[in-house]
């Protein structure tokens, strides 16, 4: 049984940073390309970066610069670390892994960011 397991969610102020963390079980982790996913209430959920098992890495512009996407293979773990962060970054947002055709989502960790 695959799960994913995301942490580092929170409330921080606008210009601040947050770290979350997605850990993996059940799943052939190293060969699985690894991307979070974020949804904003009355939007639909959408990519925020994303890591292939080779390490390349991709981000929408609305990020780009911002925030930077790892993964851990040994543990297992792929982290979002987000910089200056703005309101608009506010939703939940969820880890996802891809291997082959099948694809898995975290059960999502909220991010509010507000003064």
């Known amino acids: 049984q695959v799960q994913l397991v995301e942490s580092g969610g929170g409330l921080v102020q606008p210009g601040g940073s947050l770290r979350l963390s997605c850990t993996a079980s059940?799943?052939?982790?190293?060969?699985?390309?690894m991307g979070w996913y974020r949804q904003a209430p009355g939007k639909q959920r959408e990519l925020v970066a994303r890591?292939?098992?080779?390490?390349?890495?991709n981000y929408p512009d609305s990020v780009k610069g911002r925030f930077t996407i790892s993964r851990d293979n040994a543990e297992k773990m792929v982290m979002l670390q987000m910089n200056s962060l703005k309101p608009d970054d506010t939703a939940v947002y969820y880890c996802?892994?891809?291997?082959?055709?099948?694809?898995?989502w975290g059960q999502g960790t909220q991010v509010t960011v507000s003064s």
């Open positions: 996802n892994a891809l291997l082959g055709s099948m694809m898995y």
């Open positions: 059940g799943i052939l982790f190293s060969i699985s390309s």
């Open positions: 890591i292939t098992s080779g390490g390349n890495t």
